[in-house]
Nanobody, 121 residues
Framework: QVQLVESGGGLVQAGGSLRLSCAASGSIFSINAMDWYRQDPGKQREFVAGITSGDSTNYVDSVKGRFTISRDNAKNTVYLQMNSLKPEDTAVYYC???????????????WGQGTQVTVSS
């Protein structure tokens, strides 16, 4: 059983900052990558940022220079530092982890429950 628990969402004014956290727990053998996605009601879920086990990162163009993804491998936790927030960043943010639960088993995707980020203008 694997759980991903996000925290850190909330309401912030435009130009403000928030830091999201996502901790993975349970039967985990290895984590390949951890990503953040977001979804507005009525829209498709959108990739925001990702980080590999080797700390390579990538971002959607709309957040480059404003968001920073990082991870603590010892804690199986990924963070998303969000600065200079804009109203269009408003969404539910989801954590995704691509991991294997046992040696020899293929990796698969696991998702958190989501955390709401609301940016007021």
């Amino acid at each position: 059983q694997v759980q991903l628990v996000e925290s850190g969402g909330g309401l912030v004014q435009a130009g403000g900052s928030l830091r999201l956290s996502c901790a993975a727990s349970g039967s985990i053998f290895s984590i390949n990558a951890m990503d953040w996605y977001r979804q507005d009601p009525g829209k498709q879920r959108e990739f925001v940022a990702g980080i590999t086990s080797g700390d390579s990162t990538n971002y959607v163009d709309s957040v480059k220079g404003r968001f920073t993804i990082s991870r603590d491998n010892a804690k199986n936790t990924v963070y998303l530092q969000m600065n200079s927030l804009k109203p269009e960043d408003t969404a539910v943010y989801y954590c995704n982890a691509r991991l294997s639960t046992h040696r020899g088993l293929p990796v698969r995707d696991y998702w958190g429950q989501g955390t709401q980020v609301t940016v007021s203008s």
